[in-house]
């Protein structure tokens, strides 16, 4: 499914087991036995909500603009992302999911399990609530907040903000001036390139390549 070259307001539900409804600038459609779907926003910025209880593969790309592509499910903690979820994918294994916001300033929101979120060029926000789930900011200053158990998080080029309040995950500054606030007691953060600089507000992560200061 492919967006105009304006702003788009897009949004994919789930009705019931065998139906999702997705909706393009208030022009509905329904699809029986969906196993995957992908989204593409192109121009504009665009506005994209996914129902998290879809349960199908996922590739959904912003495209050209400053894009908000939202995946969140009400009332379910950052610790207990599979309560009640049903996977619709091939085989009833877990989702693919790859949500990339592409050029321009974007912001994506998840708390998707095992996603991939991709901020692409410019100065994203990806606030992640997922377990498992990859982060990654792209070119770009950045601003990744985490919430989510054993998460990837990549700041990428350019001066990068990193909050993050999970358990067991890994931060990687990488090229940059790169910030990290940390409430991880099990994480490990390497600065990577940069003048890089960490607090840690817990005194037990692991930090590399960066220097650990008390306040940011």
């Known amino acids: 499914m492919s967006g105009t070259k304006g702003d788009d307001d897009i949004s994919l539900r789930r009705v019931d087991d065998k139906t999702v409804e997705l909706t393009v600038n208030g022009e509905t459609k329904t699809f029986n036995n969906v196993k995957a ?17 879809l349960g199908i593969n996922l590739d959904v790309r912003g495209g050209k603009g400053g894009d908000t592509i939202s995946a969140v499910r009400d009332g379910v903690d950052a610790g207990d992302q599979d309560g009640g979820f049903k996977s619709f994918a091939s085989g009833g294994k877990k989702p693919h999911v790859r949500i990339a916001g592409g050029q321009g300033d974007d912001e994506i929101t998840s ?44 700041g990428g080029r350019g001066d990068d903000l990193v909050v993050n309040d999970g358990l ?16 991880d ?16 507000n817990t005194g037990t992560a692991q930090v590399r390549s960066a220097a650990v200061v008390d306040d940011i």
């Open 168 to 183: 067991g995950s890994t931060v990687r500054g990488n090229a940059g001036k790169d910030s990290v606030i940390n409430d």
């Open 37 to 53: 779907a992908k989204i593409d926003g192109k121009k504009g910025d665009d506005n994209v909500t996914l129902d998290p209880n």
């Open 185 to 200: 007691p099990a994480a490990r953060i390497n600065g990577g390139r940069g003048d890089d600089v960490v607090q840690d």
């Open 111 to 154: 708390d998707l399990d095992y996603a991939k979120l991709l901020g692409g060029g410019g100065s994203d926000t990806i606030d992640n609530a997922g377990n498992d789930a990859k982060v990654r900011g792209g070119r770009g200053n950045d601003f990744l907040i985490n919430h989510g158990i054993r998460a990837d998080i990549r």
